[in-house]
Each structure stands twice: as C-alpha cells, then as structure tokens.
C-alpha cells in the first residue's frame, strides 16, 4: 500500500511532544515505522519543519513530502490552500490517507481516515467562537461523511459520533491510545527536588496537568482546594478506617495548576489572586517533556476532574508514574481507569474536596490504586495502537 499521513502537527519529535494532537500523530507515525517495512509512507508535512526533526523518519519504505505554500496560508484565499493540498496528494496515487485530526482537504476523492480524539467544541459551544462554530456546523460533518473510516480513541468518543452526528457504528474503528515509555523511568528523588526547584514549588504536592481553560474544571479545582484547606471535609473517623491523620494535613500541600493558557484564564488568575491560600497555588505554565515525569513523581496525588475528555492521556501517564488518581466520573475516564481511581462528579466541589482528604489520608488505598495503575497501564500501549490502526488501511484498501 502506499500510505499518507498529514503530519503538521508534530511539533518536537526528538523529544515526542507536541500538546496532544501532536504527540499522538509522532508517536502513531514512530511505531508504524518499527512494525511495518513492507509498505510506503509517505509523511506530509510543511517547510516551516526542521530538517533535524524529519531524521527520526527516515527509512528505505518512507518518502518525506511537503505541502506547497502552506507556510503561507494566510495569505491566500482557503480554496487554493485545498487545491494546493489536493494535488499533492493525487501526484502521490495514495492508496490510504490518514488524518491524524477532525480535518480532511476539501473534496479529496481518495480513500481516508481520520482520528477523532474529542468532541468538546460540541458538548461546550460556549468555549468556541461564531466563526469556528459556523465551520463546525457546517464542514465537520462532510468530512465525517467522506472518511472511508473513522478512527474514535476511545468509546465514549464513538459514542459521541453516533449520537451528535447519527454515524454509523460500522463506519468508527474505536484505538486507544498508547503511553510513552519514558513514563516509566524511575525518577530518584535528587531529580524531585530539583525539579522542585525550578517551578518554586515547596511542599507535598496535588499535581494537575492540562489546558489551564473551563473544561478542565480548573475552577473547581481550585474550590475544592481551598475547602480542603479550610478542613470544610468529614473526618476520617466516622468511616470506621483506622487511619491516623497528622494534624497538619491541610496546611502540607500546595496545589500546581500546569499547562498552557487556555480560554477564560483570566478568570482563573483572578480567582488564583482572590484565594486565601494564593501563595500555595502554583502555575509552572506548559511544562518541557523533560521535566513533567519528575514532576509527576513528586507529587501526592493527581487531581484531573475534567468535564470532558475524548481519551485523558494524562491518566496513563499518572498510571505510569505510580501516583494515585482522583478524576471525573463522565466522558471517557471511566473506561480508561476502570477501578485504578478514585471517581467523582466533577462538578460537586465538597465530594471533590473529601475525595482529596480521603486520599491523602489513606496510605492502603493510595497503595491499591497505584497498583491497579500500574497493571492497567500495561494494556494501553503505541504498538497496538499502530498494529490497529495498520489494519484500518488494509480494510480501507480491501474497499
């Protein structure tokens, strides 16, 4: 077969990040390379990538292309950007293209799939632009319709597909993602604290990781924090555990918010400035690949009560790293930790707080979730990812 796939989006594939969308297309494309030498790829990107980033590709089954004039698609009406992509793409004969996002050149005649991690801009119109929202309306669903087939990460985002855009089961191939390796890595305490260090980060720590915007509930995040500080939880004693709880449990941790600016921040900084414990609230911002394994090593628990998620890739990095796990009870996230976390309704702040209490508090369960983690981790891997997603080209060729 000769394969296709949009790679824009990958960012930093020496160092396999790239916010997501990024991430997933590097990683997809790496493991598709180790386990497939029979058939050509060819790897579409733009010219604005640097040359040292397209060596990690190159091998005797890849040809590297690029999409002319992209670099200046600003300037030109989206029509010809299209036709720009169109014809490179029917200059190649492409038995496959792939879609690594919700997009596809507009009217592309050849066989294709694509890869729908989420739905958000659906389940929260509020956070989306009437510009945006227009073209939602409008293209998404023809690029649903032309795609041959229709990879979901997960099935809660299958799910979605067929109830927001009536799209036949037959039609969504459901993958998991995978979780990258490095995770794994022992991270001994020497690299915590100097990590530490660098994001002024003083104390035991509640670790969250993502777009710091509505939908990640940072917000109540930061609610929750503050009733758990203010001890506003029942105490442990009336659950009949014998746990001895130090008394100084609530002033001990400090909450690190990380991520990139995402929509309504403004209101997140404010509400940062107004709270009692501001000085304890740390935004280390979007945080390098280097240092987030030692970050999530360091800390007590990860708090990830999200309003939506397609998959929650932070979860198995979490799983990886053997820290217990407090997040929502919707979306995708209980398919994804099944019993190695503790659940909770993302929108009720006092649960969300004496879930925080409970946990930290309760050194057997921490101990049993980690180890739940730690074998449900294990089922979610690149490999079978790249295996699954091999055999949607084969299906999509076999017509």
């Known amino acids: 077969m000769r394969i296709g796939i949009d790679c824009r989006t990958i960012l930093h594939p020496e160092k396999g990040e790239g916010a997501g969308l990024g991430h997933y297309t590097y990683q997809l494309v790496r493991h598709l390379l180790k386990i497939d030498k029979k058939n050509t790829y060819f790897l579409f990107f733009d010219r604005s990538v640097q040359k040292r980033r397209l060596d990690k590709f190159k091998q005797k089954n890849v040809l590297i292309k690029f999409f002319p004039f992209l670099q200046y698609k600003n300037l030109m009406p989206e029509s010809l950007s299209h036709l720009l992509v169109n014809a490179t793409l029917d200059r190649e004969d492409l038995d496959v293209f792939h879609s690594p996002t ?117 917000m109540r995040i930061i609610e929750s924090y503050e009733r758990f500080r203010d001890g506003l939880v029942q105490p442990l004693s009336n659950t009949g555990n014998k746990i001895k709880i130090s008394q100084n449990i609530f002033s001990k941790y400090q909450l690190v918010l990380s991520g990139a600016k995402g929509y309504d921040f403004k209101k997140i900084k404010k509400k940062i400035a107004d709270s009692g414990y501001k000085n304890d609230i740390i935004l280390p911002g979007y945080v390098e690949a280097d240092d987030l394994g030692a970050l999530f090593s360091g800390a007590s628990l990860f708090v990830f009560p999200s309003l939506y998620e397609g998959f929650g890739l932070p979860i198995l990095e979490a799983m990886a790293k053997g820290v217990p796990i407090l997040s929502s009870n919707i979306s995708s996230i209980p398919e994804v930790t099944q019993s190695a976390a503790i659940l909770v309704d993302p929108y009720n702040v006092a649960q969300i ?39 949607v080209y084969k299906e999509i060729n076999k017509g």
């Open 102 to 218: 919700l997009s596809l050149p507009r009217s592309y005649q050849g066989s294709s799939a694509i890869t729908v991690h989420d739905l958000a801009f659906y389940k929260f119109p509020e956070l989306t632009s009437p510009e945006k929202s227009y073209l939602l309306k409008t293209i998404v669903p023809n690029i649903l319709k032309e795609a041959k087939k229709v990879i979901a990460v997960s099935k809660s985002t299958a799910k979605d597909l067929q109830e927001i855009f009536n799209l036949d089961a037959k039609k969504i191939e459901i993958i998991y993602h995978g979780i990258d390796q490095r995770f794994f890595k022992k991270r001994i305490l020497p690299e915590i604290k100097k990590i530490k260090k660098k994001y002024n980060i003083q104390k035991d720590y509640l670790f969250f990781i993502g777009t710091l915007e509505s939908r990640k509930n940072i």
């Open 353 to 391: 707080a004496q879930a925080i209490y409970v946990l930290l508090g309760d050194k057997n369960l921490q101990k049993k979730l980690i180890a739940k983690g730690q074998t449900r981790v294990k089922n979610f891997t690149w490999e079978k990812c790249a295996r699954k997603t091999l055999n």
